[in-house]
């Protein structure tokens, strides 16, 4: 495998930090053992737990204001997976990378492979792209896409995710995911039902070009590009969409997508009961579709979306993908994806903990305080000393920000890669 | 049909207000004949139009922190009954009443039939209630009604509900509304899905009791009583419900129960698109449901509801029922309740105006300015002459608030009932 | 005067519109003669009301996702103000247009401020830009302008601001109009008060440079471009700003810039009554800051906003500045901009018809119902025939989209301005 | 003292868990070693930490739809102070108690002084009640009491709190909070101006009566129990009260009182650094004004309102009031007090972790990444041994619950105190 990130450096930091992770491992173990939790049992169940990577979220992200790029951003998808090789490198929870069209788009797929090979990288769900026009287009997305009046558009956007399905045949993916930006700004500008009518026969001739073990997701959003209404806009939308559709459709919640207050962890634990949660694209917002780092606002709220995932494993089929979505404003986008793919982990750790036998007996007996105490105390315990032992079992960094700041990794690619000028946003 | 508000005090004020009637009714006539509209054809559609009155919207409400009861409080449904009969005498607009049991229990029921054919009042749909306890109830509500983890106090819920549907068979009921405030306050009280479940459970217990020309509504809501999760908290799982339960559930919609910033209509137009919408608690509201008179805080939303309803119109089985919820706190209830079904026929005036085949066209080719600006033109209408007219035709009044401060009711109801004091909220 | 539109053709549709116009305008002068309003006081009053254009607004907008550019997009500010005066000649509610620094720069200011005089357009507030990195530039705002903590950067930007100044007097502005995206994205990123404390300080120096005939408006924002902390986030902040800046500085109001919920009608009398109201940016929203056309969500927010300003009308100093702020992503600018425009105007209209007295009795009285529905009489009242007479008598339009359409000005400038590509969003 | 809980009990249930304490905070005191911090400071300073318990936090909550008494509800204020008692004795975090008059008025306040004298317990600010009607007053406040256009109204209202005054001298307390529910629920119902106007008037009364020594606190609330306009609505106005009222006028900051999504520990920030702010109403919430226990929804956010605390920490004339303030609906409620006064703990230690001086280099180095993991690792420290530890030094329980559960305390109470029936909400 080739490392991105020297191995005496690494081994160099870890050196440092093993005592402290030694101690602080033994001393959680102990206090788990008091509970009866094997701390080992949890460190395996969380070094068997992944998620992708998003090859977008790579480059400096940005609003419709700007984008103030930063140093060494990758310039294609071949520097992407670099960058996202040393997330896992270092990190030891993204094996796998989901590619966007055309924004990833190359000549040789072979050669995109076993480049990912030789990375240690594999292909997650291929993301399609409708919402934006490219170079050439011979249709404009301006008024929407799978959804449009006109229907050469909408077929040209069908074309276009089956091509996301045959170049992610190619790579080894297995699952396509479908966002769209169709809706309206203003009242009486579309016909919800017809519009929703359009979308769901678009989407059944992709559906259509499916192969039988591949799955497809739909992803809702409460707003943004769209301003007044949004074709899936909520997970009741996203839940009809994947019924009409098939066994082999389902949901993705993307946990910014919701409207202000909504109980997100209550709409996974109904897609789970219904057999149609997809699976997630994590970030944090405070405010809309923020796509801030995941657990950076609300941790807590991660904690219990993870609560219901620990509570439904090992129901038969439940197989949800797990993927970070996020815009790197203001900081090193390798260094952000590191923090949440960590931060994934630390509220899956935190959910392994949750004396459920307990907690049941509790809801039983309507014991509401001794309830919701039973979750606090599992999302009150730093796990930290188990991350990072899982991390450094797997050749991977104690503190993989430290490491990679003392890789110099960051420096040697803007040396590399030419420096990129902050395009304006898309206000002007 | 005995008259509540004296005829020579009702055709008085009619009488003031006549010529100026005719006047902008010919005048608003004219205009909609330029644009190719018979304005009597829209005076029948209004006409016909009927909204129910909440029998519990009679009396004064209240908030957690207090309630302020006004002069001439009802004390029981006949008195309630006398008011509903107010309100539609001068609206023509509300000819059905909408119980609650057991606020509105009556030991005979052909005497309160009776009573309701004497004033010109049918009985629209009968509204349960597990939200609250009643002296002497053997299980308590405290934490559920129809999800609650206890067997025994779920059956009292189901059997509670049956009651309702007997009592409404005995008045000429076609349906059951079910809203519950079943939910949790904290994370972990309750485990989403086995609560669900129950719900479900008891649901079909009741739907089996269901007769065969009834309708069953379950309503959603986003929170409160429950503050941190509702069961059925949004319509998504509002359709799961109807959708479980068989061709005569269907899910109601109250325009206070959702998300900040969720787009409505846009609900409905999903609800009416898989044959699932029962109808509407219609109020207005700012922050959360605040239950004001309909149509005074965002009246253009009301509009777009009214326009999806609208645009339904015709279809096979579209049946929606139309009730008013509200909470009138600082005003006469009879007042309030006047003014929102005046405000309800208004918004369906309006959306009646809507010139559908130019929005068609408009919306077929991405004419967002045209396609709003049509919508826009006919909201602009004022319509208020056609209102009046309705009214005025069928007996009602020019101007109901004004006629019904004429004929002094309100003191008149003062002076027979006894002054009520101000029970405090729930806070203490 | 120049003008844009063929007087011909602006003269044959207005005739087409003019019997209906003058027979509605009779129809409604003789409704508000019966509540003792003279309908030419009000059409003055209509017509001697202004908004000014932002010259931004008049290319197409976008969203972080991706920008559709239409036909025609002007290249620069002499574009833009052709097609600011086509607005104003069709309109005559635009007589004003607010610059953008660096996007309108140009070597020659007298150059510019003739073109402004030969097309009958004055210029509004200054605007300038810290929130994005211009070519060359020294110091980058990726990490704020005002209040970075660099204090080479903070000045890099105080020198900016001053440098607006210095343009808008050779134009013959009068204002300034500061709007920063300065904020963080993660708790801690930035520490509060000493941030504020640097905004604080280079709002004073620019301040300092203010002339003494201008005023500086200060521009709250709850966020985006930053996602967990914006420094002057609301008005509570914004009045700080004002206060502690002195009397020529005052807080601008943009109706998109607000919590979901907020009451922004008692934000603009509490401005007001503290004396440090500046003025508006008008536009729309559902969601967030949308920057949909003006009254095109929620009407009646609108009206209730105008509602204020006409109550405060007449006061010593109250003199707020009225502009236009949109992203006009699915329509025509130009479109778009006119009907804003004529929705300003019918708030301020419908705010007009307000019987105030009869509004403080009920006030008084605490009678809620009459005094909601003596607001509501006055929204409610069709004013369309007061806007278009206004326009009319001053050589405008009766219907300026119509006429617009009608010209094929669009079509004029596509063929002379270079189709323009569609550029990216900010999130790659 | 009198002890409410046996002190045998509590040994014993101390005796179980004290070896797991001791084990527990010196595996924590050696990880803070390693960051420089000692464990024992912190613990002193948890441990000097107070927080005031709000008296009718004692009986159980409801809502406007219903109120589920427990058994053992408080009769008053002496029943109340018993339950504060027992609060105090187990978790040595609540030293003082919260009146509110008339709830909690008495004959003798010499003997309520006495009393609390006993009991450990002294007394903090006072809270006056004009949100609702008492048997037997002069005037209604139904349409308000600080701000009501009737000037009887308004005085009844402010020698109601001048009668707060009077009694809090006479008790030890050294403050007053006002909290008003004026507003309204209609547009139009009420101007703005004059409202706000009346309201500042009557509190300089209040605020001329107010003794050299005290602070008088002001509260916002974005809504509840005024459905449109609520007179202090936000801290912008709140800011100006305490403007204008004077050195001894102060905000108070309720956490679930603001509009969603807003940055609440900004807020705090802002008011601090403009030597306003007054104290806090602890509690949390996931939609409106939940008044759900203490850190149970959002622990990080709670967790940032301290960190702003500490961070000013040592400023002089800095010292805010801090009260629970929550319903208590579904739980025992003094098991919800002492789970909120530890969550309050919880929160201050959490924050008093923080590497400042790491913090502030890392903010003037705009690296948003390690600024932020600063306050995560602070955060995510398992502070859990600190409160025990602190609990336990002084006399207090390791485990609070489980102690006052043991204790058998709640079924002593219910089998003196009278069972309560549950009174109905505010609705009907």
Redesign the interface.
């Known amino acids: 495998m080739e490392q991105m990130i020297d191995s005496g450096v690494l081994a160099a930091e870890n050196e440092k930090r093993a005592p402290?992770l030694e101690?602080?491992y033994n001393?959680l173990g102990?206090?788990l053992a008091?509970r009866g939790i094997s701390i080992d049992d949890v460190t395996s169940k969380v070094a068997a737990y992944g998620v992708a990577v998003p090859s977008?979220g790579a480059?400096t992200?940005?609003?419709?204001?700007?984008?103030?790029p930063g140093a060494g951003e990758p310039r294609h998808i071949f520097d992407k997976l670099e960058d996202c090789a040393v997330i896992h490198q270092l990190t030891r929870a993204t094996p796998t990378v989901s590619l966007h069209i055309p924004?990833d788009k190359v000549d040789d797929l072979s050669e995109l492979r076993q480049r990912g090979e030789a990375l240690g990288l594999g292909f997650d769900a291929m993301n399609s792209n409708t919402?934006?026009?490219q170079?050439g287009q011979e249709q404009?997305?301006?008024?929407g896409s799978l959804s449009h009046?006109d229907a050469a558009t909408r077929q040209q956007a069908i074309d276009h995710n089956i091509e996301c399905i045959e170049i992610g045949k190619a790579l080894g993916s297995k699952a396509l995911t479908v966002w769209i930006?169709d809706g309206?700004?203003?009242?009486?500008?579309?016909?919800?039902?017809?519009q929703?009518?359009r979308y769901l026969e678009a989407m059944k001739s992709i559906y259509a070009a499916l192969p039988d073990d591949w799955r497809i997701f739909s992803e809702h959003k409460?707003?943004?590009?769209a301003?007044?209404?949004t074709v899936v806009?909520?997970?009741?939308?996203n839940?009809?969409i994947a019924k009409e559709l098939g066994p082999k459709a389902f949901c993705l919640v993307d946990l910014g997508h919701?409207?202000?207050?909504?109980?997100i962890?209550?709409?996974v634990?109904?897609l789970?009961?219904?057999g149609k949660l997809g699976g997630f694209h994590f970030n944090d917002?405070?405010?809309?579709d923020?796509?801030?780092?995941t657990g950076?606002?609300?941790?807590?709220?991660l904690f219990?979306v993870f609560?219901?995932l620990v509570?439904a494993e090992g129901a038969t089929d439940f197989n949800p993908a797990h993927m970070l979505d996020q815009?790197h404003?203001?900081?090193?986008p390798i260094?952000?994806l590191m923090?949440s793919a960590i931060e994934v982990r630390r509220a899956y750790a935190q959910a392994l903990l949750v004396d459920r036998a307990a907690?049941?007996g509790?809801?039983?007996?309507?014991d509401?305080?001794?309830?919701?105490?039973?979750?606090?105390d599992a999302?009150?315990?730093?796990v930290?000393p188990i991350l990072a032992m899982a991390r450094r079992q797997a050749g991977g960094a104690i503190d993989p920000?430290a490491a990679y700041r003392a890789s110099g990794y960051r420096q040697k690619v803007a040396d590399e890669r030419p420096a990129v000028?902050?395009?304006?946003?898309?206000?002007?």
């Open positions: 402290a101690q602080d001393t102990e206090k008091r977008w480059g992200g940005g609003t419709r204001f700007a984008r103030f924004w919402f934006q026009d170079e404009s997305y301006k008024y009046t930006g309206s700004n203003f009242p009486g500008q579309s016909h919800f039902t017809r929703f009518e409460i707003f943004e590009p301003f007044y209404s806009q909520d997970w009741g939308t839940y009809l919701h409207a202000p207050n909504v109980n962890e209550m709409i634990a109904r789970i009961q219904f917002s405070k405010y809309g923020d796509d801030l780092d950076s606002i609300d941790p807590f709220r219990l609560n219901e509570d815009s404003n203001v900081t090193d260094e952000s923090r907690l049941t509790y809801q039983d007996d309507n509401a305080m001794m309830a919701s105490e039973t979750l606090k999302f009150r315990t730093d930290g920000i000028t902050g395009a304006g946003g898309g206000i002007v």
